[in-house]
C-alpha cells in the first residue's frame, strides 16, 4: 500500500484532527473505521484489474483506498468542499483515482462515465433513495451497483409482493437489477456510531431484464399505484389523475382484480398494467 490504512480508529482521528474535521450530519457523513468491512465490499464488488468504478462520496478515502489497492479506476464523486485537500494528500500517489468535487445529482454522470462501469457507495442515508433511483432510471452502462445503505432501506430494495414494505423503490430497483442483500455492519464499524445497523446491497443491474414500451411512464404507474397505499389499484391511480374508466379497461386487460391494492402486484403485472394505460 501507498499509504497507511485508513480503515481503523487510529488512522481516522489523526486525519480528522489534522484537518480539523467533524462529521456532517447534514451530509449523512459517518466515517468507515473496519478494514474487514471494507474487504468485504471491494469483494461483493468483484473488482478485475482496471475495471471502472464510480464511487460516491469517499470522505477521507477509506473505501477508496480498498477498491484502489484492489486495481479499480475510481472516480469519486464528493460533495464537501472540504475533502478534496485531505483526499489528496490520504490517497496521494494513486494514479488510477480521479476526484470530482459536485454534487452526484447533478453531475452529468453520462458524460464522465463513458465505458461501463460499476458503482460502489457508501451512501448519506438521508439521500439513499433519491441517488438510487437516479443511476437506475438513467440509461447509464453500470454492471453492478454495491451500496451500503440502512438496512431498513436495504429490506424494501430487496422486498417481495404482499409484504408490508414492498413498494415502489422495491419495483424500481428489482426492474433493473437482481438485488440481494450481501451482509449486515454494525454501528460499531463506523465514526461517529450511526443509531441504526446497515446493510451492503448488491445490485447486479440487466438492462433489458424487463421489456416495456416507455420506462418513464411505468415508473411513473409504479409511482402513482403506491402513491396511497391503503387504497385499491383502482383508487390510487384515479386519485393520481388517470381516468378511472380508462385504468378498469387497463386492469382487466391485464387480468388483475381491481380492488387488489398495489403491494399485491408483481413487477410483470405492473408492466400489464402500465401497457395497457399508455
Known sequence: MLHPQIASVAATKHILKKFNLRASKKLGQNFLIDSEV?????EAAEISHGEEVLEIGPGIGTLTQGLLEAGAKVT????????PAVLSETLEG???FRLIQGDILKVDLSELMTNSFKVVANLPYYIT?????????KKLPITKIVTMVQKEVA??????????????????VQFRSDAEISFDVEPSAFLPRPEVTSSVVVCNVKESKYNVSDEEFFIKVVRSSFGQRRK?????????GFLREKVLQSLENAEI??????????IEEFIKLAENLH
Open 129 to 137: 433513495t433519491q441517488i438510487l433511483l437516479t443511476l437506475l432510471e
Open 155 to 172: 429490506e424494501r430494495m430487496t422486498a417481495q409482493p404482499c409484504s408490508k414494505i414492498y413498494g415502489a423503490m422495491s419495483v424500481a
Open 232 to 240: 385499491t389499484i383502482l383508487n390510487s391511480l384515479t386519485g393520481a
Open 94 to 96: 494513486y494514479e488510477n
Open 38 to 42: 471494507v474487504r468485504k465490499i471491494v
Open 76 to 83: 469519486a464523486v464528493e460533495l464537501d468542499k472540504k475533502l
Open 257 to 266: 382484480n381491481f380492488e387488489r391494492r398495489a403491494e399485491t402486484l408483481t
